[in-house]
Nanobody
């Protein structure tokens, strides 16, 4: 089970940190991802962090502004979002999956609203 939190209303240029807490004993073996879905649009990938090498990858739209990290001791993955823009407004979802890129488990969304 994945539980995302940390969303809210922030002004453009501001920052937010989302958290995703996972239950279970195998968290460290999963590749974790953050996705987002804006109203009326499809869900898109924000970024991922691998299970072993802790390698991160990001969508071009968030590179240099967002950072994904994980704390395996706390079964938690984070999404630090800086320099937020109104176009970052979306529901953000965390997901757990294999290092081959298949996401098996999804959390509920947490809403991020960036005002201009």
């Amino acid at each position: 089970q994945l539980q995302a939190s940390g969303g809210g209303l922030v002004q453009a240029g501001g920052s937010l940190r989302l958290s995703c807490a996972a239950s279970g004993r195998s968290f460290s073996t999963y590749r974790m991802g953050w996705f987002r879905q804006a109203p009326g649009k499809e869900r898109t990938l924000v970024g991922t962090i691998s299970s072993l090498t802790i390698t991160t990858n990001y969508a071009d739209s968030v590179k240099g502004r967002f950072t994904i990290s994980r704390d395996n001791a706390k079964n938690t993955v984070y999404l630090q979002m800086n320099s937020l823009k109104p176009e970052d407004t979306a529901s953000y979802y965390c997901a757990a999956g294999t290092d081959s890129g298949v996401f098996l488990y999804w959390g509920q969304g947490t809403l991020v609203t960036v005002s201009s």
